[in-house]
C-alpha cells in the first residue's frame, strides 16, 4: 500500500493503495466518484475515459502510480470548463443519451476531441470516437452532437 | 652470386619481383594482414547486421514499424485493437491518442505496456509493406542507411539511439500481459544488440546483396 496525492477536478485528495489499482477504481471505490464507468477493463470500449493531463485516458488500464502530478478531470468536473459545458448542453439538446451508461467516456473523448480539433471533420469524429463503443448505437446523435457542441463554440 | 652484367642484374630483379607477386598471389587473405582488417570487418560488418535485423524484426520492435495507418500488437503482429490509428504525428489522434493507454511506463497490475514517448516510427522508418510483410534484410538495412529517411542519424547517432532510445529500451523489458505471463523478447540481450550495433557501424554499416 502506498498513499498518493492526486489532484481531481481541481482538488487535492489524498488516498492510500496498492500501486497497481487503476484509476478507475480509485476514483469509484476510494473517492466515490461513480460517474466514470466500468465497461470492458481492458480499454477496449472507452467507458472508463476521464482526462489526465487533458489526455483522453482509459482509467480502467492506468495503475494509480503511473498517475504522477498530473491534473485528472472526470465527468464531475468537465463542466466546469467550456468545451466541456458546451459538449455536455449539445448532449441534452441532441437527446444523444439512450441507456446512458457509455455516455461519461463519449462526452470526455468528445471534449478531447473539440479541444484538439474545434471544427472536425467527420472523419476526425470517426477516428476520434472510434475507441468509445455504444451497444445503444447512439452514434449518429453523438455526431450531431459534437457538431452542434463545435458550432456554439465558432 | 654477384651479376656484374647490367642486363643480368635487370632479369634477376624482375625474377624477383615475378617470385614476389607469386608468393603474395598465393596467400588467403587471412594470412594477408592489410587485407584481413578490410575483409574480416565488412564480414563481421555483414554478420552483425543479421543480429541488429533480428532483433529490428523482432515483434517488439517491427509492430511499430508499419507501413499502414495502425499499429500492431502481439507475437502474431495483428492490426492494433480498438480502431487506434497512426494519426498525424504517429501518436494516434485527439480522444485516440497513444497515451490515452500507453504511460510513461508498463502498467504490469493492467497488461498495457508503456514507455516514455510511446508512438509509433514515421512511414520513412517502414520496415515493412502496406500488406504487413516484413522488409527483407537488404531493404531494411538500406533504409537504415538512408539519412533522409532515418531521422537524419549517422552511424553514431543510430548506435546511439539503439543505446539510450527508451522505446528501444522498452522492447528489451516489455513487462507483462494481463494474465501476468511476460511478453516475449527480442533474440539478442540489448547489451548484445548494441554491441552488433557497433561492430556494424564501425564497419561502415555494411549491407547485404
Not at chain 1, 121 to 149: F, H, P, W
Not at chain 2, 12 to 32: D, F, G, K
Not at chain 2, 114 to 123: K, Q
Request: proline fraction near 6%.
Amino acid at each position: 500500500m502506498q498513499t498518493y496525492r492526486l489532484n481531481v477536478n481541481g482538488q487535492a485528495k489524498e488516498l492510500t493503495v496498492d500501486p497497481g489499482t487503476p484509476l478507475l477504481w480509485v476514483l469509484r471505490e476510494d473517492l466515490k466518484m461513480t460517474g466514470t464507468k466500468y465497461g470492458c477493463g481492458i480499454s477496449a470500449c472507452g467507458a472508463c475515459t476521464v482526462h489526465v493531463a487533458g489526455v483522453a485516458t482509459r482509467s480502467c488500464v492506468v495503475p494509480v502510480s503511473l498517475i504522477g502530478d498530473r491534473p485528472i478531470v472526470t465527468i464531475e468536473g468537465i463542466g466546469q470548463d467550456r468545451v466541456g459545458r458546451a459538449v455536455q448542453e449539445a448532449w441534452v439538446r441532441e437527446d444523444v443519451v439512450q441507456c446512458g451508461y457509455c455516455q461519461s467516456g463519449q462526452i470526455m473523448s468528445a471534449v478531447a476531441l473539440l479541444k484538439s480539433r474545434p471544427r472536425p471533420t467527420d472523419a476526425d469524429i470517426e477516428q476520434s470516437m472510434g475507441g468509445n463503443l455504444c451497444r445503444c448505437g447512439t452514434y449518429v446523435r453523438i455526431r450531431k452532437a459534437i457538431k452542434a457542441a463545435s458550432q456554439q463554440l465558432a | 652470386m654477384v651479376y656484374s652484367d647490367p642486363a643480368m642484374r635487370g632479369s634477376y630483379a624482375v625474377l624477383i619481383l615475378i617470385a614476389c607477386l607469386a608468393w603474395l598471389s598465393t596467400l588467403s587473405p587471412a594470412q594477408n594482414p592489410g587485407q584481413k582488417a578490410v575483409a574480416t570487418t565488412r564480414e563481421a560488418g555483414l554478420a552483425a547486421w543479421q543480429q541488429v535485423f533480428s532483433v529490428l524484426t523482432y515483434p517488439r520492435c517491427i509492430n511499430c514499424h508499419t507501413a499502414t495507418n495502425y499499429p500492431q500488437q502481439g507475437d502474431d503482429r495483428h492490426r492494433h485493437l480498438f480502431n487506434v490509428v497512426r494519426g498525424p504525428g504517429g501518436k494516434g489522434v485527439a480522444g485516440l491518442n497513444c497515451a490515452t493507454c500507453h504511460q510513461s511506463a508498463n502498467a504490469d497490475s493492467t497488461g498495457v505496456p508503456g514507455a516514455y514517448n510511446w508512438h509509433l516510427a514515421p512511414l520513412s522508418m517502414r520496415w515493412q509493406d502496406r500488406s504487413d510483410n516484413i522488409l527483407t534484410s537488404p531493404d531494411v538495412c538500406r533504409s537504415l542507411n538512408d539519412r533522409s529517411n532515418n531521422g537524419s542519424l549517422d552511424g553514431p547517432g543510430i548506435l546511439r539511439h539503439h543505446e539510450t532510445e527508451p522505446l528501444v529500451l522498452w522492447a528489451f523489458q516489455p513487462g507483462r500481459h494481463r494474465d501476468g505471463t511476460e511478453r516475449s523478447l527480442p533474440p539478442l540481450t540489448h547489451e548484445q544488440f548494441v554491441a552488433a550495433t557497433r561492430i556494424w557501424v564501425d564497419a561502415g554499416m555494411p549491407c547485404p546483396q
